[in-house]
């Protein structure tokens, strides 16, 4: 019984490296002779082509046109000085958010009018803020600024 279930195991591996021995794509073999026949059309396959016409120089980038480190710098704190009065508008705002909420409501409601009022100016202001910032970054991200000059 052993015997048998042996032979079956080897006639089994057998079947199968027989199987992918007729699954596999023939290879070819290249010879010295099969060079020596295609060696003369080497130049029709782009060898030893030439481009056209030579690359044009480059332009000037960005940094060669005076948009260094100080540009970005100086454009960075300009940015800021022109942001800080929104983001002294929308401290206020939070600040006076913040005192409402605590107070005792007057109506029966419990909701002041005036907190939502506030709340829409503030992430209309936060907004502003961002846009400003993010149209900067885009910018100097186009120029080619290393990110370390914006801070």
Not at 39 to 67: F, H, I, L, M, Q
Not at 82 to 93: H, K
Not at 138 to 148: F, M, Q, V, W
Request: with cysteine; net charge positive.
């Amino acid at each position: 019984m052993l015997r048998c279930l042996l032979a079956l195991v080897c006639a089994g591996s057998a079947g199968a490296s027989a199987l992918d021995d007729d699954d596999k794509k023939p290879v070819p073999l290249y010879t010295n002779e099969d060079l020596r026949r295609v060696s003369p059309y080497r130049d029709e396959t782009g060898v030893r082509s030439k481009p056209a016409a030579a690359p044009a120089p480059e332009t000037a980038t960005a940094r060669d046109r005076g948009r260094g480190e100080e540009y970005w710098r100086r454009e960075a704190e300009r940015l800021r000085d022109r942001l800080r009065p929104l983001r002294e508008r929308a401290s206020e705002l939070q600040f006076q958010i913040e005192e409402k909420r605590q107070q005792p409501p007057r109506r029966r409601g419990g909701v002041d009018p005036q907190i939502g009022t506030r709340e829409r100016r503030l992430r209309a202001l936060e907004e502003r803020i961002r846009e400003a910032e993010s149209r900067f970054e885009d910018r100097a991200r186009r120029e080619r600024a290393l990110p370390g000059w914006l801070r």
